[in-house]
């Protein structure tokens, strides 16, 4: 058996050790230290069930237990309260938690492991990005176990709801804005004084002033490294604990060396220092990565907004009175009431009333659905007629939009990562790095020793991956600025990568193809009756109705002298001829039928009819119909001469889809909901098609964020858009054009930068080794290639339209 050498910090959570610690554990045939009976017993535990790969997986100390902010696994055995945020029924439950202290690979690894062995589930669904964890139980389990087995683990466990996500979200912004304020200072002031330096060689300057500004440099210099940059010698150390590099790797050992290299110099009076260079690569890279994080964090922001825009209070039909309820008690087989203009919480069935219902949320159609009794409405859609009355059909978390939030969640997670092949290239670039200045230092050692140190540094520095890691973000962030002058929003990082690869090209049809505005198409009157005297009539009945079929008689002048004008809901519009003494009525079939039996069928399936009658006979059909987006044909015509697949997914119906798809010549499929579009698009993924998606409603954002590349375009929902790597913000959908355009200029500019870096290093390595390459030449030449990367990326700024 061996025994760990004298250590100073526990094995299991990191902490230091007390100066008395006598407590130890076995774990692969060794006696580790640690600090508390605590660690000790988790740490049996883990060692017990023959998970000591935890050990060597781990890039992280899991958190103590006194971190953890928890609620007692007694709480979790309340079925009354685990129904207030979990899903249960007579089939299984679905417990959500928002697990604390996950921070790495490892950690999902043994939670999923304990779990499986150790208690009653059927599965475990780690997401770590969210620090989420979905537990699927029988229905006649306890939960308790669960929290206990986490608990000892170390983790702390909450019932998972967004706000909680999102507050700790906030707390990682304030945290990570805090360092980045804090490098941006330093910068500036070491800046301030490197430029009185440089100036200085070039002019002449006092040593004594000259030593003066090297030692203020220095402190200011270590505070940022250790307060700012922390997290990149944190990182490298966790994945070298695990013998793998990754870009850190290189950019710690070439912060730690350049710093002592200066600090080197600044003891000795003389030499090259490095603190500007070692202050701005903090201060650019720790931009980088908090503004992508701020990017990937917004999906979670969006799913918080969308919960929140239904109602927290219901009024529920109980004793034979309504009363206002909190939205999470209410349960199945209760009666609710709407009132006009509220977001209905649940799915749920009509028990009294008519009403119109907006479903754009699910169906991306521009006019609303009539419904009457025993009829289903969805939650999240919205009561845009007379009050109803629905009884529960299911809880929230069963519902339609609940769904569409958890396809959207299961979407983030399948979204293709894009740069893998870049990064693998850079790990094995980092360790041919690293080994060459080993070697240099080595063999410098054996022929002149004075030059060792400044040789291996030297080495270092012209190989340190500056223009590597700026080659593709230097080009996608001119080539997205580029679209952003030209009315096209990028959201995405890696958004035009995927666009110059993209063979297939899905749209939605309502508001992307479409305007999301009706117009009148066509007239078809009855004999003996004017189109203009039809019309006249029609837009003063519709003067007084803000249903998205009036709108497009809002804009005609009218003269008909009416009264008593009557809006009745889902059915139309009734008022009277005060000169004739006359009953008319605008609207739907059956509505209109009832004063005028001889109305015929409509004309078609293809429009939005309306009917215009008065007592006895009819007058008129009037049709709306939507519009193409200005530039779709020449749009659509130019993509199928590039030999791109193209084709309709849309929620709406199939005789409305047909029309606009025949006036383009694309197939299409009708009626999907959004669970059966994000089918559609992995089929055409599993076949091999690189996908780019293009949408505008709440009903495409899984789609959107599934696909390869995705755009959204003008008018797009505030999801829609959260989803989509472009947001076009123009009416005229032939921005495609210029994201195609850009996506092409911007991976040729992307493969020359990736050649010169690499050709680079290649000539710069080996002169350095011998000698060639002082250090300060060394910085002049990483400088200048990282200037001619960004140089060369700028030119995509002058891209012709």
Not at 127 to 134: D, H, P
Not at 602 to 631: K, Q
């Amino acid at each position: 058996m061996n025994v760990e050498p004298a250590a100073t910090q526990c094995f299991h959570c990191g902490e230091t050790l007390p100066t008395d610690a006598t407590l130890w554990v076995q774990v692969d045939n060794t006696d580790r230290a640690v600090c508390c009976v605590g660690c000790q017993t988790v740490a049996k535990l883990i060692t017990g069930s023959a998970m000591t790969a935890f050990y060597q997986q781990r890039t992280n100390y899991p958190p103590t237990a006194d971190q953890q902010a928890t609620q007692t696994s007694d709480w979790y055995n309340d079925k009354t309260w685990l129904e207030t945020f979990a899903k249960v029924n007579a089939e299984q439950q679905e417990i959500p938690l928002l697990v604390t202290g996950m921070s790495c690979a490892a950690c999902a690894w043994i939670i999923e492991r304990f779990l499986r062995e150790q208690t009653e589930a059927q599965s475990i669904h780690v997401q770590l990005t969210l620090g989420k964890v979905t537990i699927h139980l029988h229905p006649d389990s306890n939960a308790g176990p669960v929290i206990d087995v986490l608990q000892r683990l170390g983790y702390g466990v909450q019932p998972w709801r967004a706000d909680s996500r999102l507050q700790q979200m906030r707390e990682d912004y304030r945290r990570d804005l805090r360092r980045l304020g804090i490098a941006f200072l330093g910068m500036m002031q070491v800046g301030m004084f490197a430029i009185a330096l440089h100036a200085g060689a070039l002019q002449g300057i006092d040593t004594d002033l000259q030593q003066l500004l090297r030692l203020m440099s220095a402190p200011l210099t270590l505070f940022v490294l250790v307060y700012s940059g922390r997290e990149f010698f944190e990182r490298a150390w966790q994945h070298l604990k695990h013998r793998t590099l990754i870009m850190d790797s290189s950019v710690a050992l070439a912060l730690a060396l350049a710093t002592a290299a200066s600090l080197w110099s600044t003891v000795q009076g003389g030499g090259e220092t490095y603190y500007d260079s070692v202050t701005m690569f903090v201060f650019f890279l720790l931009l980088a990565r908090f503004l992508e994080k701020r990017l990937r964090d917004r999906d979670l922001i969006q799913l918080v907004q969308l919960a929140d825009e239904l109602p927290e209070f219901v009024a529920v039909l109980k004793d034979q009175q309504w009363q206002r309820l909190p939205r999470h008690r209410v349960r199945a087989g209760e009666i609710i009431k709407v009132a006009t203009g509220e977001a209905i919480a649940f799915d749920a069935r009509v028990t009294s009333g008519t009403s119109i219902i907006n479903e754009s949320v699910f169906t991306g159609e521009a006019l609303p659905r009539t419904v009457l009794k025993d009829d289903v409405v969805f939650a999240g859609t919205v009561n845009e007629g007379a009050s109803l009355e629905l009884i529960v059909e299911h809880d929230f978390h069963e519902s339609r939009l609940a769904a569409l939030a958890q396809d959207i969640d299961q979407a983030r997670q399948d979204k293709p990562v894009h740069l893998q092949l870049i990064d693998q290239f850079a790990a094995r670039f980092i360790g041919i790095v690293l080994v060459a200045a080993a070697i240099t230092f080595i063999a410098w050692w054996n022929i002149e020793p004075a030059k060792a140190f400044w040789a291996s540094i030297a080495v270092l520095v012209v190989a340190c991956p500056c223009a590597l890691s700026l080659a593709t973000p230097a080009a996608l962030t001119a080539g997205n600025a580029w679209l952003g002058r030209r009315g096209v929003r990028v959201r995405s990082e890696t958004g035009l990568l995927a666009a110059a690869t993209a063979n297939h090209i899905i749209f939605d049809k309502t508001g992307t193809l479409t305007e999301t505005r009706l117009v009148i198409s066509s007239i078809f009157t009855a004999h003996g009756v004017e189109i203009d005297s039809a019309l006249n009539i029609a837009a003063a009945l519709q003067q007084f109705s803000s249903h998205p079929a009036a709108r497009p008689f809002h804009g005609i002048d009218h003269n008909a002298p009416l009264r008593n004008v009557e809006i009745i809901a889902a059915q139309g519009v009734e008022g009277w001829d005060g000169e004739r003494n006359v009953r008319l009525r605008l609207g739907n079939l059956n509505f209109c039928r009832q004063i005028a039996p001889g109305l015929p069928e409509r004309p078609d399936e293809n429009h939005y009819w309306i009917a215009l009658v008065e007592d006895g006979r009819w007058l008129a059909w009037i049709s709306l119909s939507e519009t193409l987006r200005p530039g779709t044909k020449h749009l659509v015509s130019a993509l199928k001469k590039e030999h791109l697949t193209l084709e309709i997914l849309s929620g709406d119906t199939a005789p409305r889809v047909h029309q606009i798809a025949a006036d383009l010549d694309m197939p299409f499929t009708a009626a999907l909901q959004p669970q059966k579009k994000l089918e559609e698009l992995k089929n055409r993924q599993n076949a091999g098609a690189t996908v780019m998606a293009i949408g505008d409603g709440l009903n495409d954002a899984p789609l959107l964020r599934a696909a390869d590349v995705s755009v959204a375009v003008a008018g797009a929902t505030a999801l829609a858009q959260a989803q989509a790597d472009f947001v076009i913000t123009e009416e005229s959908i032939d921005r495609l054009f210029m994201i195609r355009k850009a996506a092409f200029a911007t991976r040729r500019i992307t493969r020359q930068n990736l050649a010169w870096a690499a050709g680079y290093n290649l000539v710069g390595l080996p002169l350095a080794a011998l000698g060639y390459v002082p250090p300060w030449a060394a910085a002049l030449g990483m400088s200048a290639s990282s200037l001619l990367v960004v140089l060369n990326s700028l030119r995509l700024r002058r891209l012709k339209d």
